[in-house]
């Protein structure tokens, strides 16, 4: 990281709007827009400043005892980029610290997490989650998914590597590759143009595989969003019925379908209609999708959490009778009251339906965000 190139005049500003809860994503875009004379390691090192605070700042706390957004960013380059203390308070104008040299013995402190998140690990994953914590702390791998539609993924690793992007195929998710080229400009490439890629984690394309969608099925995608998954059953040659309350996410959907290749297959409807199968990849706290965003564990209110369950719940009760041969249900969040007990509660309002699978990925286990998924069979009569 190129420290000696940071403009703490800009960072200082945007860090300390983070702390006030401004979002860490918006405060790096405002910062880039404001200061565009800023070159390239100016800019490295600035984002890094900002998402490095945003995301350590208990850890800092910890470190620092101070609040100061001068005195948190010099302990981040002290104590955690290896930049000398001299050269930390010099780059950020910061008062001098002694440097507390115990471990913090709280995996709140060691990991930077908000309290409630501290307990809400230690009940659900128990002695893994050190481990879980050590994973999302990492910004998760960049994952493309190769556009079945329009190219195979053989042919857009070769077409990336043309343009000078390094990418290697997942051993598990069939249409994935991981981008090894560091700050590669994707969006600037002709695969992108032509829409033989779109960005999805692995295992959000391994969760979109248990629709086990058959080419000619119909599948109702009942919370579609802005469509990644909706996309990807387009692409295995389903019959897309796209619904969300959130019309503006739909019209995302349009316009990417459109990038896509996928108009056809893909129809965004203004009510829930019946389909072969249901997808319900249901709203939730996003807890195993905590890498992606360095601050989003601080703008987490804790008390929706308890809103989710009858939502999930009221989803898969729509979904039961629309589906005449499967339904898949699916969060991204490692949450048991979102996940098990939403998913036993429909075992026992539903007998009509057998389960047959139950999934689920961790980013400290397989490498991916976390995800869990449940699959029922609808019983023949």
């Avoid at 860090?15 to 100016?42: F, K, M, W, Y």
């Avoid at 690793?157 to 997942?170: F, H, M, Q």
């Avoid at 499967?326 to 048991?336: D, F, H, K, L």
């Amino acid at each position: 990281m190129p420290w000696d190139a940071l403009r703490a005049d800009v960072a200082l500003p945007a860090i300390a709007s983070v702390l006030q809860g401004a979002s860490a994503e918006r405060e790096v875009d405002r910062a880039l827009r404001r200061h565009g004379e800023l070159a390239r390691d100016e800019r490295t090192a600035t984002v890094e400043a900002i998402f490095g605070v945003a995301l350590w700042r208990r850890r800092l706390l910890w470190e620092t005892g101070s609040v100061s957004p001068a005195n948190l960013l010099a302990s981040l380059l002290r104590d955690l980029g290896g930049v000398a203390e001299d050269r930390a308070l010099a780059l950020t104008g910061a008062a001098p610290a002694s440097a507390k040299t115990e471990r913090p013995t709280r995996l709140a402190d060691r990991w930077s997490l908000p309290d409630w998140l501290e307990s809400h690990l230690l009940r659900e994953l128990g002695d893994a989650a050190e481990s879980f914590c050590a994973a999302i702390a990492v910004p998760g791998p960049v994952c493309l998914r190769a556009n079945r539609l329009l190219c195979t993924r053989s042919e857009l690793e070769s077409g990336l590597a043309r343009e000078g992007i390094d990418t290697v195929p997942s051993d598990r998710a069939p249409d994935a590759l991981f981008v090894r080229s560091p700050q590669a400009n994707l969006f600037g490439t002709r695969a992108w143009r032509e829409g033989h890629f779109e960005p999805q984690d692995e295992g959000s394309q391994l969760l979109g595989h248990l629709v086990g969608a058959r080419p000619g099925e119909t599948v109702l995608d009942l919370c579609a969003g802005a469509g990644g998954k909706s996309l990807l059953l387009a692409a295995q040659g389903a019959r897309v019925l796209a619904y969300d309350v959130d019309r503006e996410r739909l019209e995302r959907l349009r316009t990417r379908a459109r990038r896509a290749g996928a108009e056809r297959q893909i129809e965004i409807v203004d009510r829930p209609r019946p389909a072969d199968l249901v997808l319900v990849d249901a709203p939730c706290s996003e807890l195993g999708v905590l890498r992606r965003g360095p601050d989003v564990r601080w703008r987490i209110d804790p008390r929706s959490l308890a809103e989710l369950p009858p939502l999930q719940r009221q989803l898969l009760e729509t979904a039961a009778p629309l589906a005449a041969k499967r339904v898949v249900y699916g969060t991204c969040t490692i949450s048991r009251a979102e996940n098990e007990d939403v998913a036993d509660a429909f075992d026992r309002a539903h007998p009509e339906f057998q389960r047959v699978t139950t999934w689920r990925t961790l980013p400290h286990v397989e490498g991916t965000d976390g995800f869990f998924a449940a699959v029922w069979e609808r019983a023949r009569a």
